[in-house]
């Protein structure tokens, strides 16, 4: 088994990084290359990305719009996964998954690794804002090295919840986003461009989505002389983190929108860049546009509810409706949570990763103890052999018998017959489950 060794002078600091979706692989990958040590001997870092193989796997052009080259990039299974980890050398992997997907590695990484002192350091974080399920999903992230926090806020809430049970909070570490940057906004453009910034998962209902159209579609009648622009996360057929019953792009074929309102994809940044008013309901971003001191609107239209994930921007100033807006509203964001939010406007986003580096310098230069989750058989028999199974592992971490983890790429045949399952989910959830909603509704 080939030993992992810190980078040194004449070789780059390897790192894996393993995601589920697209915008896992996005804070991943940038994490990667944020919170890596800082040391003008060492050459670039060599990148090597995994995807886990599921319904939201991201597409090419997903991946190109991240803009982070990986050295190598495949998909795979948890168990293929942990495989590479016991046979290939590496000194920091990156758990870019939701909690139940970083428990499992963890435990399944703990197996593979055992009796290795010279094991690789393990990250893990959140992709953006976190709004809810604040202790399931940080204690099913328990026992990485570094758990990242993206802004004091949530290094303070994070630490509470790790000593509230007990369990050792020394990983958490502060923080930012990795994708933000940019130029900071210097005055309106020509023609002045309104952004709604959407998101998969809220709000859900059609009823709202419909809502949140009409209204944006009546700022554009209303103001003929701006460009308002539609930012959806995915082109029709293209899978994310979550998978939309009434993607916009369905909805807005019904309606007729005027010639100053378009749909827009790709990068977030460069959707900014031409940027003078962003709106949305409760997405990260958000931060990214106060980041680059551009008004920002969070909407209260649904109302102000955890539910939405708005309510996590209460006393950030950015709170108002479309009415507001329709009458000339422009926000002013109260710097002391813009601060307590890890969005460093005021230009010390260069050192907010310094922390990360200097903890991971220390952890690279000596030898590391066995992973230790705080779940485990024994703390958690009735939920972690459950969250261990979704990814074809046993109670000690092992591969269940019977545990998909082929041995060579998937020939066209087998990956045809993926591509039809995540096609036949994705028509099941935007198409059927909707039509049977309705029927029980009769």
């Not at 399944?108 to 976190?130: I, N």
């Not at 057929?237 to 009434?246: A, D, L, R």
Request: charged share 25%.
């Amino acid at each position: 088994m080939p030993a992992s060794t810190p980078a040194t002078s004449t070789t780059p600091l390897r790192i894996a990084v393993l995601a589920d979706s697209d915008t896992r692989w996005k804070w991943g990958a940038l994490t990667a290359h944020r919170i890596a040590p800082r040391d003008d001997a060492q050459e670039a870092l060599s990148l090597s990305g995994f995807l886990l193989r599921g319904r939201a796997t991201p597409t090419p052009r997903q991946l190109a719009e991240v803009g982070v080259e990986a050295e190598s990039l495949r998909e795979v299974t948890s168990v293929e996964f942990l495989r590479a980890m016991a046979e290939e050398s590496y000194d920091i992997v990156v758990l870019a998954l939701v909690g139940g997907g970083v428990q499992a590695m963890l435990h399944g990484l703990k197996r593979v690794w055992e009796g290795r002192a010279d094991r690789p350091v393990v990250v893990t974080g959140y992709v953006g804002v976190v709004y809810e399920k604040l202790a399931d999903g940080l204690l099913l992230r328990h026992g990485a090295d570094l758990v990242l926090a993206n802004s004091r806020q949530d290094a303070e809430r994070f630490r509470s919840v790790y000593e509230g049970v007990g369990a050792d909070a020394s990983a958490v570490t502060e923080v930012a986003l990795p994708f933000l940057g940019g130029a900071a906004y210097e005055g309106e453009h020509d023609p002045y461009t309104v952004v709604f910034a959407v998101q998969p998962s809220v709000p859900d209902s059609r009823k709202d989505r419909t809502y949140l159209l009409n209204r944006l579609i009546k700022h554009a009648r209303s103001h003929p002389e701006r460009e308002v622009l539609l930012k959806l996360r995915s082109k029709p057929g293209e899978h994310t983190t979550h998978i939309e019953e009434q993607p916009y792009q369905k909805l807005v074929q019904r309606l007729a929108p005027p010639p100053n309102f378009r749909l827009v994809y790709g990068n977030m940044g460069e959707v900014l860049d031409r940027t003078d008013l962003l709106v949305t309901i409760s997405s990260t971003a958000a931060l990214e546009s106060l980041h680059r001191r551009i008004p920002t609107v969070v909407l209260t239209d649904l109302g102000v509810r955890e539910v939405l994930g708005n309510h996590h921007f209460v006393g950030s100033g950015c709170l108002a409706s479309w009415d507001q807006l329709d009458d000339g509203h422009r926000p002013s964001p109260d710097p002391e949570w813009v601060a307590r939010q890890g969005v460093v406007a005021d230009g010390s986003y260069a050192t907010a990763f310094d922390a990360a580096r200097e903890r991971l310098a220390k952890l690279l230069a000596g030898a590391l103890p066995p992973l230790t989750p705080y779940y485990t058989p024994a703390t958690a028999p009735g939920y972690l052999p459950g969250i261990l199974a979704r990814h074809h592992l046993g109670p000690d971490g092992s591969p269940l018998p019977g545990a998909p983890a082929a041995d060579k790429e998937p020939g066209p045949v087998r990956q045809i017959v993926r591509r039809a399952a995540r096609g036949a989910y994705r028509h099941g959830v935007q198409r059927v489950a909707p039509v049977i909603r309705r029927m029980g509704e009769l």
